[in-house]
């Protein structure tokens, strides 16, 4: 019957300290909270430097196959044979590399 009084008493106190640490701990954690902004936000910068390396790698593959297609390039035909075929011109000197 005591514990009744005094929460009939100090109702306000307790709603208070209710809503405090309601508040406090959606604050820090849930889906909206502060740790998961912080995850989002490492992988938002992830997934930017991520897409930043697909771009160049798409361009350079465009460019490729632009050189390829559109205007016959010696000079790329002449970069592609040496480095699959290993071929080279006389008193050129080869140094073959372990990549």
Do not use: P
């Not at 820090?28 to 989002?40: A, D, H, N, W």
């Not at 390829?68 to 010696?74: E, F, K, P, R, V």
């Amino acid at each position: 019957m005591e514990f009744l009084k005094v929460l009939k008493r100090k109702k306000l106190l307790f709603l208070n300290i209710f809503f405090l640490l309601y508040i406090s701990i959606n604050l820090f954690t849930g889906e909206r909270g502060l740790i998961s902004y912080f995850e989002k936000k490492t992988l938002l910068t992830n997934l930017n430097n991520e897409k930043g390396l697909l771009v160049d790698e798409l361009q350079s593959i465009e460019n490729k196959n632009n050189l390829l297609s559109n205007i016959q390039s010696y000079d790329l035909v002449d970069t592609l044979i040496r480095e699959k075929f290993m071929y080279g011109k006389k008193g050129e000197v080869l140094i073959k590399t372990n990549d």
